[in-house]
Nanobody, 127 residues
């Protein structure tokens, strides 16, 4: 059974930093991609970042490029989202997501959106 458990959310001031963690069990990191999406109240779900560690590839949304970075620690089955220079519009529930098969690649790009997801962790950015 695949399980994704997020942690690290909280309240942070504009311009500050936060690191989210996702511990994944029940899947093979060599044949999957793991990433993050977020959903703010009244807004559509937004894919943020995705990594295929076996392929050495990442994908990031334009809205977070240069501010957020995704990384993986295979030894602990954990994926991190380092958030820098946060803005009030980054306020949302952040969910970990995973897609299994073909090293988590679709058309050569990491894809995390058609498989599993966690319960989420709240990130609130104060202005």
């Amino acid at each position: 059974e695949v399980q994704l458990v997020e942690s690290g959310g909280g309240l942070v001031q504009t311009g500050g930093s936060l690191r989210l963690s996702c511990t994944a069990t029940g899947l093979d990191f060599d044949d999957s991609a793991i990433g993050w999406y977020r959903q703010a109240p009244g807004k559509a779900r937004e894919a943020i970042s995705c990594i295929s560690s076996s392929a050495g590839l990442t994908w990031d949304a334009d809205s977070v490029k240069g501010r957020f970075s995704i990384s993986v620690d295979n030894a602990s089955n954990t994926v991190y989202l380092q958030m820098e220079s946060v803005k009030p519009e980054d306020t949302a529930v952040y969910h970990c997501a995973a897609e299994i098969g073909n090293r988590g690649l679709r058309y050569g790009v990491p894809s995390c959106w058609r498989g599993y997801w966690g319960q989420g962790t709240q990130v609130t950015v104060s202005s």
